[in-house]
């Protein structure tokens, strides 16, 4: 190093700041100790598998059947990377394309891609799609029913890029207002993006949205929630351009936040311009069935600053685990879900009319989530319904400063009778 004592290494430190003796840390503990120590400080968490959970808003408490951790935790697929070889990466390259697959069938799409980040990434990465593939167009319009996490990635892009982003209110019945919409759209109009069923779990007039978007020249992009295309209308039947959605509910568990998968997928006039990996089916020289990843050149490997997007990668593992979910399921299973989770719903949010102070914010039909006027403040609610052992939803407020009074509330196919009713006497006790 070229010195000949350690005081020569920090002679330019002013002495009057330096330490004249060790770091106030304590002793180092043995493996058992911060064994002990951490599991001390993690039993002061409230964990979701200890309560009854009705928390959504994007992340849902789906069963994960045992075959999804059997089939990801190999290490073949565990441990694997990029396939950039395809001859030794046959089982990774044939995954992702089954996966795809999965992908363009629940949603009527052509093409999906082997994934990105998460929701908000999905859905961003497919806003800069539409105005590449516009050309000219600066203008995206964009419902403030879509997720909030997605709104706030897609405003710090509009500022670094340029282009402007309006958002469309929601109106009184919790659709996106289709009178503000009409004004808005022009021939700048490059995209026009919604979520289906909407943040606060409305299902949203899609069809129309799309028709008024297409109508003055501009891609409609479908935010949606994979596990109710089971029952509600895929994006393909009403025809958006682009189709994108959070696919943690498909055998991925809550995890804190993640590692979770974005869906993207599109129409076939829009592959040159999609984003990420694909994996395309071909034969070899011998006429043999095998897997490759195809139009290579949209991606950074290769265009470097002229790539279709910066993410050079995908959730290759949670993709994996979405597409076992939904094989695991099958084409009547994954109805038989969408169907529990509509039916168990609205069991409870009749019964939550019917015998509490709660009332309906929104009388518009929805899938499996709801909002509740709360009689008092709904971060009240969830504080004394945590005190039970029950996770009662999400508080608007946290999102939108003035639904103080809005409890978010989400029902999946886990929740039994037993547990929908004890959450109605809770809230019954309340008010």
């Not at 002495?15 to 304590?26: A, F, N, Q, V």
């Not at 997605?150 to 405003?155: G, V, Y």
């Not at 003055?216 to 994979?226: D, K, R, W």
Request: net charge negative.
């Amino acid at each position: 190093m070229g010195v000949e004592k350690f005081e020569d290494l920090v002679q330019s430190i002013p002495e009057e700041i330096r330490l004249d003796h060790g770091l106030p840390l304590p002793e180092g503990l043995s493996e058992l100790e911060v064994t002990q120590r951490l599991s001390e400080i993690g039993s002061k968490n409230h964990k979701a598998v200890d309560s009854i959970n009705f928390l959504g808003g994007g992340v849902y408490d789906h069963f994960i059947p045992a075959g999804v951790n059997a089939i990801t935790s190999r290490s073949e697929f565990y441990t694997a990377y990029t396939p950039y070889q395809p001859e030794v990466s046959q089982g990774t390259l044939q995954s992702i394309y089954e996966y795809q697959s999965a992908i363009c069938d629940i949603t009527g799409m052509d093409i999906s891609n082997a994934s990105v980040y998460d929701g908000p990434t999905a859905v961003t990465e497919a806003m800069l799609l539409a105005l590449r593939a516009s050309k000219k167009r600066t203008q995206v319009i964009v419902s403030d029913g879509l997720h909030p996490h997605a709104l706030k990635i897609m405003r710090t892009y509009a500022e670094a890029d340029g282009f402007e982003l309006h958002t469309i209110e929601i109106g009184e019945d919790g659709r996106t207002n289709m009178e503000m919409l009409k004004r808005i759209l022009g021939n700048n109009t490059a995209a026009v993006i919604f979520q289906q069923p909407n943040f606060l779990g409305v299902l949203e007039d899609a069809k129309k949205i799309v028709d008024m978007g297409h109508k003055v020249g501009a891609l409609a992009i479908s935010s949606v929630y994979p596990v109710s295309l089971g029952m509600v209308q895929p994006p393909g039947e009403y025809d958006a351009d682009i189709a994108v959605g959070e696919g943690q509910c498909l055998g991925n568990p809550i995890g804190f936040g993640g590692p979770y998968l974005g869906i993207l997928a599109v129409k076939q006039a829009l592959i040159r311009q999609l984003p990420g990996r694909l994996s395309g089916q071909t034969v070899d020289k011998d006429g043999l069935r095998g897997y490759v990843l195809t139009l290579q050149t949209r991606e950074q490997h290769i265009r470097r600053g002229k790539a279709t997007s910066n993410i050079c990668t995908n959730q290759g593992l949670n993709a994996l685990a979405a597409l076992v979910h939904m094989s695991l399921l099958g084409k009547q299973g994954f109805k038989e879900v969408a169907q529990l989770c509509y039916d168990k719903a609205h069991y409870l949010y009749d019964q939550i009319i019917e015998n509490t102070r709660f009332r309906p914010t929104f009388s518009t039909p929805f899938f499996n989530e709801f909002v509740l006027t709360t009689p008092i403040l709904a971060v009240d609610v969830v504080d004394r319904m945590i005190d039970k052992d029950i996770l009662a939803g999400i508080r608007l407020d946290r999102f939108f400063p003035d639904r103080e009074k809005q409890l978010l509330v989400a029902v999946t196919e886990k929740r039994t009778k037993e547990e929908l009713d004890q959450f109605v006497k809770a809230l019954a006790t309340i008010g």
